[in-house]
């Protein structure tokens, strides 16, 4: 069965940090894209940060960079999202996805795993 499981996320403070998982099965990432996206309440989807499994390539939208880190483990198949620095505006579900290298969108999709940044 083809699968993204999150986890990690849960409630912190501003100035603070966690790290989301997204265990991936079913399938060989050596073909795919693995992204973080993120959706507020309110608000559209939002692309966060990328990672082509086969070479490691980065990319990260403009709010996030310099304090969220992408990164993969091989053998368990699992990407990472470091956040540190947290602010209010991060607050989201976020969510992580594949993407067949060479294909449009992103078309295996985990559950999301809520972040609030609250004092």
């Known amino acids: 069965q083809v699968q993204l499981v999150e986890s990690g996320g849960g409630l912190v403070q501003p100035g603070g940090s966690l790290r989301l998982s997204c265990a991936a099965s079913?399938?060989?990432?050596?073909?795919?894209?693995v992204g973080w996206f993120r959706q507020a309440p309110g608000q559209e989807r939002e692309f966060v940060a990328s990672?082509?499994?086969?070479?490691?390539?980065?990319y990260y939208s403009d709010s996030v960079k310099g304090r969220f880190t992408i990164s993969r483990e091989l053998r368990k198949n699992t990407v990472y999202l470091q956040m540190n620095s947290l602010e209010f505006e991060d607050t989201a579900v976020y969510y992580c996805?594949?993407?067949?290298?060479?294909?449009?969108?992103?078309?295996?999709w985990g559950e999301g795993t809520q972040v609030t940044v609250s004092s």
């Open positions: 079913g399938f060989n990432l050596d073909y795919y894209s």
């Open positions: 990672m082509r499994w086969s070479n490691g390539d980065t």
């Open positions: 996805a594949a993407q067949r290298v060479g294909a449009t969108q992103y078309d295996v």
